[in-house]
C-alpha cells in the first residue's frame, strides 16, 4: 500500500510542479450541474503567493496579532495551482474565494488583536480591486483559465456593511450606513437593523430615498482619474434600470460590474441572514442580466448555457429545515430570494453519524422540501470555531463524508491536506486561516498518524470520481446493503442519465458486491478506486484490492 501510495504522490508532485504544463479539465464531455458541484474555497491571501510584488501597499507594514496581517497570496496564485493542475487534480469544479475588492486601508484593534483586512470582508471601494489582492488583469486571466479547465468561479461578495472606520478609513455618511445598534440576535429586528458588531458600518440597505454619493469616494476616484468614468456608469445602470440612486442599487450595479466584465460564474453571498431578503432577490435579478451580457459579448469563452448561480450564507441556517430560516419572531425563505442554495451549518454535526444516516436524510431532504434546490455542506471553514475534527485525525473519513454526500461539497482550503486549524498563539478565526501547508504537502508529512500524500490521494480520487458522476451529488441515494455497506445514486436530468454503485468499510482483498438492479449482467464497471475493471455477472461485482472503499462506474 505505501508503495501505491508514494506512487500517486509522486505523480501529483510531478503534476503540480511542471512550470510548462496545463493540465485540462477530467469533466469537459459531461453536464455540469450546480448541484453536483465541488467547491474549492479559500482564502486568497492564504493561499499561494504568485506575485511577490504586489505584497505591500497602503503602507499596511504594523505588527499585528498572529495570522491577522497580510501574507502574500495573490490572484496570480489561484492561477498558477489552476495551470498546474491543482484543482483538477483534486476534481474542483468550482473555486469560491474571498473578495478581493479594495479594503480599508488602516489597522483595526479590535478584541483578537490589531488587523488588517486580509480576509477581504472590510471593503472601502466596491469598484476596485485591492492591489494586495492583483489586477483586473489578474481576475480576467483567472477567470479564463479556470473556464478552460472547466472551472467555474465563485466571486464572494459583500452587501451588508462597509469595512470598519480607521485613521486613514472615514465613516460614510448616515445617508448610507448606520453605525448603532449593535445586533443582539434575539430576533429578526436585532439581527437585520443593526450593526454585525461595533465599528462595522451598516449598509442602508431598508432605504429606497435617493442619496449622493460618499464625498470620500467622489475624492479617491478624481484622485484615481475615473471620476468621470465610474459617473458615467452610474447614469448609464440607473437610466437602464429605472432604480432609484439608494445605497443598496449602487452595490448592486458595483458587485455585478464584476460578471459583465470578466465572466464570473456565481456568487456566494456573505452575511445573507442580516439584510432585507428583497435585496438578493434584486441582486440576482441584475446578475443573471450581467451574465447573458458577458455571455453574449464572449460566445468564445463560454463554457455552457448555465445561468447564472447564487448561493447565501444564512448564518445558522440547517438543512432539516426545509427552505426556511427561523428568526425567532418570524420565518423567511431565503431560495424565494434569488438563491439556488444556502450553506448548510448542519452538515458538520451530522458527519459524526454514520454514513447511511447522513446520505439518506440528504437524500430525502434534497428531492422533497428542497427539490430544485440544494445546499452547500462542508466541515470547517473561515469563520466556523468548532468544525469537524479540528485537530485532523479523521481526514480519510472526512473527505469520504464530505464528497459521497447528496448536496455540494465545499472543500476548505488545507481539508485535502490537513492543514493545521488549531495554531499557537493565533486567536479567534485566525486560527482557522493559516498559509496553505505546501511544504508539508512537498515532503509528504505527517500529522494524526497520517501521510499527507495518503491524505491527499484520498480526496483526489473521490473528488474526480464526484466530478465525473452528477449522480454522486444530484442523484437519488438507495441502500443495496447495510453489511457491507453499499449503496447506489442515480441520476437522470439535462439529457444526461448516470448511475454508480459505492461500497464503503468493506474487507482489504477479494470483495463480491451486489449490483443487481444498478448494472446489467455482462456489464463492464471500473472500480475508480483501485482502478480494476470487472464484469457484472449474476448480479454481482468481485473487486480484489488492498482498499476498503470501492466506486464502481460504467
Known amino acids: 500500500m505505501k508503495k501505491l501510495l508514494f506512487a500517486l504522490l509522486s505523480v501529483y508532485l510531478f503534476s503540480t510542479c511542471d512550470p510548462q504544463r496545463e493540465k485540462e479539465t477530467v469533466t469537459a464531455d459531461l ?137 486613514k478609513d472615514p465613516v460614510w455618511p448616515s445617508n448610507w450606513v448606520r453605525t448603532t445598534p449593535t445586533c443582539t440576535y434575539t430576533d429578526y429586528a436585532s ?22 454619493l460618499p464625498q470620500v469616494l467622489l475624492d479617491k476616484w478624481k484622485e484615481e482619474g475615473r471620476l468621470e468614468k465610474e459617473l458615467r456608469e452610474l447614469d448609464d445602470f440607473f437610466a437602464r434600470t429605472g432604480y432609484p440612486r439608494a445605497p443598496k442599487y449602487y452595490v448592486i450595479k458595483w458587485i455585478t460590474d464584476y460578471i459583465r466584465k470578466y465572466g464570473i460564474d456565481a456568487f456566494r453571498v456573505d452575511t445573507a441572514k442580516h439584510t432585507e431578503a428583497e435585496l438578493w432577490a434584486e441582486l440576482y435579478q441584475e446578475a443573471a442580466i450581467a451574465f447573458e451580457a458577458w455571455k453574449k459579448s464572449h460566445r468564445e469563452d463560454v463554457l455552457d448555457e448555465t445561468p447564472f448561480f447564487m448561493f447565501g450564507e444564512v448564518y445558522g441556517y440547517q438543512i432539516s429545515a426545509g427552505r426556511w430560516y427561523d428568526y425567532g419572531d418570524c420565518m423567511v425563505d431565503f431560495f424565494d430570494y434569488g438563491f439556488q442554495s444556502l450553506i448548510n451549518f448542519e452538515f458538520k454535526g451530522d458527519a459524526h453519524q454514520h454514513y447511511e444516516s447522513v446520505f439518506s436524510k440528504y437524500s430525502k431532504l434534497l428531492h422533497n422540501e428542497l427539490a430544485g434546490k440544494t445546499v452547500v455542506n462542508y466541515l470547517s471553514s473561515h469563520d466556523d470555531g468548532d468544525p469537524f475534527d479540528k485537530m485532523r485525525e479523521n481526514p480519510i473519513e472526512s473527505a469520504t463524508k464530505l464528497l459521497l454526500c447528496p448536496g455540494i461539497s465545499q472543500v476548505y482550503y488545507g481539508d485535502e491536506s490537513s492543514r493545521p486549524l488549531a495554531i499557537d498563539d493565533a486567536s479567534g478565526d485566525a486560527t482557522l486561516r493559516s498559509f ?102 449474476q448480479g454481482k461485482v468481485s473487486i480484489d484490492s488492498e482498499f476498503a472503499i470501492v466506486l464502481l462506474a460504467e
Open 31 to 167: 453536464p455540469f450541474i450546480w448541484e453536483n458541484a465541488n467547491i474549492y474555497f479559500l482564502l486568497t491571501d492564504r493561499f499561494y503567493n504568485g506575485d511577490l510584488s504586489n505584497d505591500l501597499h497602503f503602507d499596511r507594514n504594523e505588527n499585528t496579532a498572529v495570522l491577522r496581517g497580510f501574507e502574500g497570496g495573490d490572484i496570480k496564485g489561484i492561477t498558477k495551482k489552476i495551470k498546474d493542475g491543482y484543482f483538477s487534480d483534486l476534481g474542483i469544479t468550482a473555486i469560491w474565494f474571498t473578495p478581493v475588492v479594495e479594503q480599508v486601508h488602516g489597522l483595526v484593534d479590535e478584541g483578537s488583536g490589531k488587523t488588517y483586512g486580509y480576509h477581504g470582508y472590510w471593503a472601502k471601494d466596491w469598484t476596485a480591486l485591492d492591489p494586495n489582492f492583483g489586477t483586473g488583469d489578474d481576475l480576467a486571466e483567472l477567470v479564463s483559465t479556470a473556464h478552460r479547465h472547466g472551472i467555474r468561479i465563485v466571486l464572494d461578495v459583500v452587501a451588508n456593511h462597509t469595512g470598519p472606520v480607521t485613521e
Open 436 to 537: 496553505m501547508n505546501w511544504d508539508e504537502i512537498q515532503a509528504n508529512a505527517d500529522r494524526g498518524g497520517f501521510a499527507i500524500g495518503e491524505v491527499l490521494a484520498h480526496w483526489q480520487k473521490l473528488g474526480r470520481f464526484r466530478a465525473g458522476h452528477p449522480a454522486v451529488g444530484a442523484g437519488r441515494h438507495q441502500m443495496l446493503s447495510s453489511s457491507p455497506y453499499v449503496f447506489a445514486r442515480s441520476y437522470e436530468g439535462h439529457d444526461y442519465k448516470d448511475q454508480v454503485c459505492i461500497g464503503l468499510d468493506l474487507p482489504v482483498g477479494l470483495k463480491r458486491i451486489d449490483v443487481a438492479g444498478v448494472f446489467a449482467d455482462g456489464t463492464q464497471v471500473t472500480d475508480q478506486y483501485s482502478g480494476q475493471l470487472a464484469v457484472v455477472q
Open 191 to 212: 439581527t437585520v437593523e443593526c450593526t454585525l458588531v461595533a465599528n462595522l458600518p451598516d449598509l442602508r440597505t431598508d432605504r429606497e430615498m435617493e442619496v449622493p
